[in-house]
């Protein structure tokens, strides 16, 4: 009888270290291609490295046929673009995941969590062609006209209403983030325990006072996820972004005027990169980004461990 039972403890023993190293194997896969993206972006854009340097971070230089090439134009319009798009969606999503959430019909919540789903799955050409028929003449005839006038010409509302440029670009994004906004932050508000909510609520509190007090505090930590999820998706937006920002290489004040994005550069003048610097440049390019969002993730990361509580930070 022992010996049957040392078996089975080694044969368990020997199936926690297969499955171990099947999960570290899956871990350690994930952990290899993001290394060897880096390196290959690293690798293809060594040429630009060397005859750039740092400079390229900083030039706003674009100009294929003299062979120069900086960067600095398409950072600007991406990061401009995702902060619009933020400023514009976060309010909103956060507001429409709490009324689905806490204060709407379960049916109509369920549903409404069913057709955001459906609008995060939408291609992003779709909101481009969007952009393009409805919103761009809309910000062309009254939009920019309108916030022209009534800010007085402040330099960031000035200019001609080409309707194209860094706020249409930052509307079509906040359009397409919000569903995920919404649905993420839905899904974290309906997990905070129900007890949390009832101790408020035996307390006094109103409905709304348990929610601002109670609800968001517990669940901001997922809240924050839910949101920098969303500018993941908004600074590696491509098609709608560049049917809509105009794609001039420029950096201006006004958020009229037309810009560029990094994936927007990248998809338009790959195919035509025939000379090896131009190529490795736009490889750089990429590079550019791909750090970038590391940054951003691991600071959000950081914002997100350290406004967690004891026991729900990870």
Known sequence: MRGILSVVATRLRRGDAVAHAFTFVFGATVVGVTGLLAWELWRNSALARQQFGW????????????????????????????????????????????????????????????????????????????GIAVLVPAMRQWVQPILKTATGGFPLFSGPAYGIGLLTAGIVLAIMIVPFIVSVGREVLLSVPREQREAALALGSTRWESTWKVVLPYARPGLYGAIFLALGRALGETMAVTMVIGNRPEIAASLFAPAYSMAAVIANEFSEATEELYLHSLIEVGLVLFFLTMIINMVARGLIAATAGPGTAR
């Open 55 to 130: 400079g390229f971070l900083v030039s706003q230089t674009w100009d294929p046929v003299a062979g120069q090439f900086g960067a600095a134009a398409f950072v600007y319009g991406t990061l401009m673009t995702s902060a619009l798009a933020l400023i514009i969606a976060v309010p909103l999503g956060v507001g429409v995941a709490i009324f689905l959430a806490e204060l709407a019909p379960p049916r109509l919540s369920a549903v409404a969590g069913m057709l955001l789903e459906l609008l995060a799955a939408i291609p992003s050409v779709i909101y481009g062609l969007i």
